[in-house]
C-alpha cells in the first residue's frame, strides 16, 4: 500500500508516495537521530565492535604457507603495503586490521567472496 504526503517546505509544495518499505526506513532513521542526539529509544540496539590495535601481519601470513607477493594478490593488499606492516614501518589502518582479522580466522571465505567478485590486486 502507498500513502500520498504533501508537504510545504519554502513556499513550494512537493508530493511524495511512500512504501511500507519507505515507511519503515524513514521510521529507523528517525529513531536513528534520536539515538544520536543521545535520546533512548526503545529497541534500538548498538553493536560495538573491538579491533584490535596491534596485529602480526607476518604471523598471519606465515600461518597460511604464503609468501608476501601471494598474499598480497590473494588478499587485495600491495605488496609494498604488507612489506611496510611486517617491517613495522607502517601500521595497518582500522579497516585493513578488520580485514586481517577475518583473513587470520576465516582466510578460506575471505579468498572466495573476494574471487566471486573478481577482485584482485
Not at 594478490?73 to 607502517?90: C, D
Not at 601500521?91 to 578460506?108: G, H, V, W
Request: charged fraction near 25%; hydrophobic fraction near 40%; aromatic fraction near 4%.
Amino acid at each position: 500500500m502507498t500513502t500520498k504526503r504533501t508537504t510545504a517546505k519554502a513556499g513550494r509544495k512537493t508530493t511524495a508516495k511512500h512504501s511500507k518499505a519507505g515507511a519503515s526506513i524513514l521510521k529507523s532513521l528517525n529513531e536513528a537521530v534520536r539515538w544520536a542526539s543521545g535520546e533512548k529509544v526503545p529497541g534500538v540496539k548498538v553493536h560495538q565492535v573491538q579491533v584490535p590495535a596491534e596485529l602480526d601481519v607476518k604471523a598471519i601470513r606465515t600461518r597460511l604457507g604464503m609468501s608476501q607477493i601471494q598474499f598480497a594478490h590473494n588478499f587485495g593488499f600491495s605488496a609494498s603495503t604488507l612489506r611496510n606492516w611486517e617491517q613495522g614501518t607502517r601500521k595497518p589502518e582500522t579497516t585493513a586490521r578488520i580485514l586481517l582479522t577475518i583473513i587470520e580466522r576465516a582466510p578460506a571465505i575471505v579468498q572466495r567472496i573476494l574471487n566471486e567478485q573478481g577482485v584482485h590486486a
